[in-house]
């Protein structure tokens, strides 16, 4: 595995200013993805470099070394975490209602865990440190595990420019390890007032959220099952099945409300719906993006005031590169290279036709038919975006939680900190945070020698001449378990276990 070449280098150092493109012209969307889109640098591998960069590891090896190097990592952080929360705690006392920081104790330590930056998304607090304390206190009295759940792993979005597969990949091993890793801090020190204790004295549910949202974007209910029997797969092999349950929100949270929940929960999802069409379809132009992305901005019913773009717009530009637009069903049956290149052209300029970006074969479609898809696109996504936080309001405008109904006494994290709940802190790449389930799975440098496993989008790590591992099977429609970023200087399977045995950094960030 070699070295990348200097023009991968130069790539490596840009993929993150996608603004700063050789056209010099403004981007439409400040989102991420459509950023790398339409940076002309960055570029799929085809089937034949795919071939020639791929390297293989046995199953054997995935089994004895990877995941024993990950796990013991998981673990060996969770403890430096635990041996971090009570001095944090002491210099927080005062938001226990403490008078001194010697009257902290273990339920002031557990709690701390909870809001070490390690752990917790963002610098603004969402909760309060007392409230917190007080329901880990009450457990703890009654000799109960500390509970904690978590709306997340929905499905591996199928999008061809974040993946080349969307069965779970070391991404989502990543971040079951670092709801681990919380576990293992929190056990920790729980288990410091209760040595007689066995079993576990924490425990995390996720929600797979996937059948909540799929239908919205086109996705169907057997990819999402899928990706969570995988998951449940992962869980097993990283033998943390026992401590960490997988729940589906239609199934165990959906269909488990109360009849008259499940009633106002529809109305307020129509009210929404109703009112956002009433509100938005008038501002929609999809030749005039430009104007519709500054009138949805003014007329947005629901504005987030700390989003300058406000919640629809914001949600578009992500859904962007989520729908899995009825519309592109016909061309999937392209050879994959070929589609691709396809779609990417495509959503390269969905916010606005541009002259200036490279053009397709026409044999594949012309000018105007070309033009027709790209509203078409619109129109769906647009309507997915209304429906989408229409669903998500069903939920955030009820009197009572959903989750919190039905699973009471769990400490609440979201991927997205809000109100009452913790934001969750994920592996960031210059200042970028991308979801397992929205990229794929890769080892960067640490930046002090180490290793950092995190995820990004497909066109940013083939783009930048990452490295694809693909477990036995190296076919070009083979999708990875993970990629290597070419920065590392690797030279070969052997090589890099090596140095991840050593090296792996479980820390968010330095």
Request: include cysteine; charged fraction near 30%.
């Amino acid at each position: 595995m070699a070295a990348a070449e200097d023009h991968i280098k130069v790539q490596r150092e840009r993929i993150y200013q996608p603004g700063l493109n050789r056209r010099e012209e403004p981007v439409v969307s400040s989102h991420f993805m459509n950023g790398l889109s339409r940076d002309d640098r960055l570029s799929l591998y085809d089937d034949r470099t795919f071939s020639e960069r791929v390297v293989t590891i046995s199953r054997r090896a995935v089994a004895e070394q990877i995941l024993p190097v990950l796990v013991k990592a998981s673990v060996s952080f969770g403890h430096e975490r635990a041996r971090a929360a009570m001095k944090r705690a002491r210099l927080h006392h005062g938001s226990y209602g403490c008078s001194r920081p010697e009257a902290v104790g273990s339920a002031e330590a557990v709690t701390e865990v909870m809001f070490d930056r390690q752990f917790r998304r963002g610098s603004r607090e969402t909760c309060s440190r007392r409230t917190i304390r007080d329901s880990v206190l009450a457990r703890m009295a009654r000799g109960l595990p500390i509970e904690m759940v978590i709306p997340a792993l929905p499905y591996k979005f199928s999008c061809p420019l974040k993946t080349r597969g969307q069965l779970p990949d070391l991404g989502e091993v990543n971040f079951l390890l670092g709801v681990h890793e919380i576990l293992v801090a929190v056990d920790t020190l729980y288990r410091q007032s209760a040595s007689d204790r066995s079993g576990s004295l924490a425990r995390f549910t996720v929600i797979c959220d996937g059948t909540r949202f799929n239908a919205l974007v086109n996705e169907p209910d057997e990819v999402v099952m899928r990706y969570q029997a995988g998951v449940r797969d992962w869980l097993r092999r990283l033998g943390l099945d026992h401590e960490i349950c997988l729940l589906d929100y239609r199934a165990d949270i959906h269909a488990q409300l109360p009849r008259e929940i499940r009633c106002e929960k529809e109305i307020t999802r129509r009210v929404s719906r109703e009112r956002y069409a009433q509100v938005m379809w008038p501002a929609f132009d999809p030749r005039d993006m430009l104007g519709t992305l500054a009138r949805v901005t003014r007329l947005d019913p629901d504005p987030e005031r700390m989003n300058e773009k406000g919640r629809f717009v914001s949600l578009l530009e992500s859904l962007a590169f989520t729908v899995r637009y009825r519309c592109l069903e016909p061309y999937r049956a392209l050879p994959a290279e070929i589609f691709r290149a396809f779609y990417r052209e495509l959503t390269s300029h969905l916010f606005r036709s541009d002259e200036s970006l490279p053009r397709l074969d026409s044999s594949i479609v012309s000018g105007e038919e070309k033009e027709s898809l790209r509203e078409a696109m619109l129109l769906e996504l647009f309507e997915a975006a209304i429906e989408y936080i229409s669903e998500i309001k069903s939920d955030r405008d009820l009197a009572v939680d959903p989750i919190a109904l039905c699973l009471p006494e769990r400490v609440r994290w979201t991927i997205h900190a809000k109100p009452g709940q913790l934001g969750i802190a994920s592996p960031s790449t210059e200042g970028k945070v991308v979801q397992p389930w929205a990229g794929t799975a890769y080892f960067k440098s640490a930046g002090n020698g180490g290793i950092r496993l995190c995820s990004l989008p497909l066109l940013a790590l083939e783009g930048s001449g990452a490295v694809p591992v693909c477990v036995e099977e190296g076919s070009p429609h083979a999708q990875p378990l993970f990629y290597i970023d070419a920065g590392l200087g690797v030279t070969g399977i052997d090589d890099f276990i090596s140095r991840l045995a050593v090296g792996l950094d479980r820390r968010r960030s330095n």
